[in-house]
């Protein structure tokens, strides 16, 4: 048998994949959500990418309290860096959509699009892995917290303990997924 190659398809899924086989089970109603989902997952990924590129080149869009347009706007006024690798180990790392540490001040903005609301844990997390990276104790630095979803921008200047909880949880964590490894190899 000399099975057809498909090589464009390679490394890719689709939306009724093997691999994804719950869909056999769905009704009509279920199919639907799904794949609305799935699309305002696709969507986001896209205006991320968008805001990325408008971030990037400085270019601002209309002022307005639509989410994307304050994000866009507000870290390109506070001169963010945009969809930053923080780096712990390869068991803990995560990419911040916007990122600025200047005198002292922290700033961490999450972008989000879709319907589930966003959550600071999200946030807190990326503090934490900043701190480790970079040597800085939270205590002794502002951190500010930002997330932009439904046209609202939700703040916080998280607990300096709950983050330093966070940064402890990491390298407890961490070390023992390296001794899983060691053990379980």
């Not at 490394?11 to 994804?20: C, R």
């Not at 630095?141 to 046209?151: K, P």
């Not at 966070?166 to 070390?175: A, G, H, P, R, T």
Request: with cysteine; proline share 2%.
């Amino acid at each position: 048998m000399r099975f057809n190659e498909h090589s464009d398809l390679a490394g890719q899924h689709a939306f009724l994949s093997a691999s994804k086989y719950h869909w056999i089970n769905y009704e009509d109603d279920r199919l639907e959500e799904v794949w609305r989902n799935a699309q305002a997952a696709r969507r986001g990924t896209e205006l991320h990418a968008f805001a990325h590129e408008a971030i990037r080149l400085g270019i601002k869009l209309p002022r307005s309290t639509k989410t994307l347009n304050a994000y866009v706007n507000d870290a390109i006024g506070y001169r963010m860096r945009t969809e930053q690798i923080l780096f712990y180990s390869q068991n803990c790392y995560g990419t911040a959509d916007s990122i600025i540490f200047n005198k002292d001040t922290l700033r961490i903005h999450d972008l989000k699009t879709g319907l589930i609301a966003g959550s600071m844990h999200q946030l807190e997390v990326y503090a934490a892995l900043f701190c480790l990276e970079y040597g800085f104790k939270p205590g002794l630095i502002e951190i500010i917290l930002r997330i932009y979803q439904n046209d609202e921008v939700l703040e916080e200047e998280p607990d300096v303990d709950e983050i330093a909880h966070i940064m402890s949880k990491i390298i407890v964590f961490d070390q023992r997924i390296m001794d899983f490894q060691q053990t379980k190899g």
